[in-house]
C-alpha cells in the first residue's frame, strides 16, 4: 500500500523569521520616531517650543509598543503554523488509512466467494504480496505436532510443501505469540509474518519478504488483512470437510446400491436354476433325470441358504463379540478336521499352544470361509499357517491358484466386492465377512502373494500377554 | 439317425446346464451342452446345432467371444442370449453380432 506524495510542510528556521519581524519593526520604530522629531522640530516645536528631553521618552515608548505588537504578531504566526502541521500530518495519515482500507478492501475481494482451499491460499497469498509490494511471500498452515507446512508461495523464497518446525523464525515466533512479527532476514529482506488466526485458533502464518525500504504501516495492514483471510481458510476447510463427507456418502451409496444389485444377481442365478428345474420336473417322465433335477433343487436351495446366512452375518458383526483365552491351534486343527470331511482338505502348520484373546465362533467362520474362499477362487492344496509376530498371532490361510492381483487386493473386502473373471465367481461377501470378525476382534485381514503362486490371505488377533496370562493362572489357581 | 432338432446349451452354471437339458430334452430336442465359450465353438464345429441358448458371463472365453465367431460364419443358426442383466448397450451388441433375442 502506497500514499501519495505531500507536499513539506516548511517550519525550518523560525527564529529567523522572527528576529527579521523584530528588526523590520524597530527600523519602522526609529524611522517614525526620527520623522516626528524632525517635524516637530519644523514646525509645532517652534510653536510650543518643546523640550528635545521630552520628545525621546516619547519615541521609545512608541517603540516598545511597536516591538510588543510585532512580537505578539510573531507568536500568532507561529502557533497557526504548528496548527497547521498537525492538521497536515492528521490528514496524511487519515489520507493513509483510507488508502490502506481501500487496498485491504480490493485485497480481500476475492476471498469473500471463494470456496475451493487450493484457490483460496493461493488468493490469499497473491493479495498479501501484492497488498504490501512484497516480492516473495508465502502461507504457512499448522499441521499436527506444530509443524507449519507451505501451502501457497510466491517467489522463490519458500518451497511448496516443504515443512519447518513452528519454534523456528519469525513464522514460527508470530504462530507462537499469536501477533505480527517484523524481522530483517539475514541477506537483508525485510521479513513480515502474521499470524492467521481465527476463533481463538492459530490455522497458520502469512510470511512476505521485500529487498525496499519498510514503512511502519506494512505490518498493521498485513495484520489486518490476516483476519479475513483466516476467516476464509476455515471457511474453506469447512467446504472441504463437507465435500469430503458428502463423497463419503455418495461412495457409501454407490457400494449400498452395488451391493444390494449384487444381492439381485446372486439371487438370480440359483433362481434361474430352481425355476429350470421346476420346469424340467413338470415335463420329464426318466426317473434319472427326476432324480438330477432334485439334486439340483437341493444344491440351489442349499446355495441360496448359505447366501442369506451371510446377509445374517453381515448384520450381526457390527456388535462385539466377548474375547475370552483361546488355544488357537487347538481351534484351527479342530476346525481343519471339519473341513476334511467336508470334502476340503487343508494342511495345517501350527505350534503347539498359542493363547490369542478372539470369539471361537469368530475364528471359526473366519477360517472357515478363507478355507472356501481358498477352494473356490483358488485351487488345492490350501495350507493354514499359524504364526506370530512381535504383538500379533496370525493365521494365513494360502492356495496354489492365479493369486489375486495387488490392484484389487483391497477391494476384495468390501462388501459389494464381485468376482471377476479373474477371480472367480461367488457371493463376494466372504472376505468382507472375515476382515468384518477381524476387526471385530481387534486385528484385521490383509492379502499377500503365497510362495505357492497363489493367494495368502491372513488375519491378525490379539495375543494373551504374559502379565494376563499369570493373572489368570493365579486366578484358576486361587479359585 | 437322430431327426430331432439339435439345440447347442452353454452356460457356465451345471444346475443350469441340467435343468434346461431336462426340459429340451422333455420338448423333443437333441441337447448338446458346454461350460464356455471355447467349448462351445468346439462343440458348434462338431455337432451344427438349429438352434444355441448362449449365456454371457462365463469363465475362460465368454458368450461374446462365441457369438462374434458365429457371427463371422456364412448362415449361423439363430442364436438366444441368456444373461442375468440386461443393459441396453449389451442387448444392442448382441443384435448387432446376429443374436435374435436377449432373454434375461
Redesign the interface.
Known amino acids: 500500500m502506497r500514499t501519495p506524495a505531500e507536499p513539506e510542510l516548511r517550519l525550518a528556521n523560525p527564529l529567523a523569521r522572527f528576529a527579521l519581524v523584530v528588526a523590520v519593526t524597530l527600523i519602522g520604530v526609529v524611522a517614525l520616531g526620527l520623522t516626528l522629531l524632525v517635524d516637530a522640530s519644523n514646525t509645532f516645536v517652534r510653536a510650543f517650543q518643546p523640550s528635545s528631553a521630552l520628545m525621546l521618552p516619547v519615541a521609545v515608548v512608541v517603540g516598545v509598543i511597536g516591538v510588543v505588537f510585532a512580537l505578539d504578531k510573531a507568536l500568532q504566526v507561529r502557533r497557526l503554523e504548528r496548527e497547521l502541521a498537525h492538521e497536515r500530518a492528521a490528514a496524511e495519515l487519515l489520507a493513509r488509512r483510507v488508502a490502506m482500507h481501500t487496498a485491504l478492501e480490493h485485497a480481500t475481494e476475492p476471498l469473500e466467494d471463494a470456496l475451493d482451499d487450493e484457490i483460496v491460499l493461493d488468493a490469499i497469498i497473491g493479495r498479501a504480496t501484492e497488498l504490501l509490494g512484497a516480492s516473495e511471500g508465502a502461507l504457512l498452515l499448522r499441521e499436527h505436532g506444530d509443524v507449519l507446512r507451505v501451502a501457497a508461495v510466491r517467489g522463490t523464497r519458500a518451497v511448496m510443501h516443504s515443512r519447518r518446525p513452528s519454534d523456528l523464525g519469525p513464522a514460527g515466533r508470530a504462530m507462537r505469540e499469536q501477533r505480527p512479527v517484523a524481522e530483517r532476514a539475514e541477506d537483508g529482506a525485510q521479513v513480515w509474518c502474521a499470524p492467521l488466526v481465527h476463533r481463538g485458533v492459530a490455522l497458520g502464518v502469512i510470511e512476505c519478504s521485500t529487498y525496499r525500504v519498510a514503512i511502519n504501516t506494512d505490518l498493521y495492514a498485513l495484520a489486518l488483512f490476516a483476519e479475513p483471510a483466516a476467516a476464509a481458510i476455515a471457511r474453506a476447510q469447512i467446504v472441504a470437510t463437507e465435500r469430503e463427507h458428502v463423497d463419503e456418502l455418495l461412495t457409501l451409496d454407490r457400494m449400498q446400491r452395488a451391493f444390494v444389485s449384487g444381492i439381485g ?1 446372486d439371487l ?3 433362481l ?2 430352481l ?3 421346476a ?3 413338470r ?4 426317473a434319472r ?1 427326476r432324480d ?2 432334485l439334486a ?1 433343487i437341493d ?2 436351495v442349499e446355495r441360496i441358504a448359505s447366501f442369506v446366512q451371510e446377509l445374517v452375518d453381515i448384520g450381526t458383526t457390527d456388535g462385539s463379540f466377548e474375547a475370552p483365552r483361546l488355544d488357537l491351534p487347538s481351534v484351527i486343527r479342530l476346525l481343519a478336521l471339519d473341513r476334511a470331511v467336508a470334502g476340503r482338505p487343508v494342511v495345517v502348520d501350527a505350534p503347539e499352544r498359542l493363547d490369542v484373546v478372539a470369539d471361537v465362533e469368530a475364528v471359526r467362520r473366519m477360517v472357515s470361509n478363507l478355507i472356501e474362499n481358498a477352494y473356490q477362487h483358488g485351487a488345492a492344496p490350501v495350507q493354514i499357517r499359524v504364526w506370530t509376530d512381535a504383538s500379533r498371532a496370525i493365521v494365513t490361510v494360502s492356495d496354489c491358484g492365479p493369486g489375486i492381483s495387488s490392484e484389487i487386493r483391497e477391494s476384495v473386502f468390501a462388501y459389494a466386492a464381485r468376482g471377476s ?1 479373474s477371480f ?2 461367488g457371493h463376494g461377501m466372504g472376505l468382507a465377512i472375515v476382515r468384518s470378525l477381524a476387526e471385530t476382534c481387534g486385528g484385521t485381514a490383509w492379502i499377500d502373494d503365497a510362495p505357492s503362486g497363489g493367494a495368502a490371505v491372513s488375519v491378525s488377533l490379539r495375543m494373551r500377554d504374559v502379565t494376563t496370562q499369570e493373572a489368570a493362572w493365579t486366578i484358576d489357581h486361587v479359585s | 439317425m437322430d431327426h430331432r432338432s439339435r439345440v447347442l446349451i452353454v452356460d ?2 451345471p ?2 446346464l ?6 429340451f ?3 423333443g430336442y437333441a441337447v448338446t451342452l458346454a461350460a464356455d465359450g471355447s467349448s462351445a465353438r468346439r462343440v458348434y464345429e462338431e455337432h451344427r446345432p438349429d438352434a444355441i441358448i448362449l449365456d454371457i458371463a462365463m ?1 475362460v472365453l ?1 458368450g461374446w467371444y462365441f457369438l462374434a465367431h458365429l457371427a463371422g460364419e456364412v448362415a449361423p443358426p439363430p442364436v438366444i442370449i441368456t444373461a ?2 440386461a443393459h441396453p448397450l449389451d442387448v444392442a451388441r448382441a443384435k448387432a453380432l446376429g443374436a435374435c433375442d436377449f432373454f434375461v
Open positions: 444377481h438370480r442365478s440359483p434361474t436354476a425355476r429350470g428345474a420346469a424340467g420336473l415335463r420329464t417322465t426318466d433325470t438330477e433335477l439340483v444344491r440351489q473373471s472367480g465367481s | 457356465n452354471d444346475d443350469v441340467c435343468s434346461m437339458r431336462a426340459i430334452d422333455a420338448e469363465p465368454d442375468l442383466k
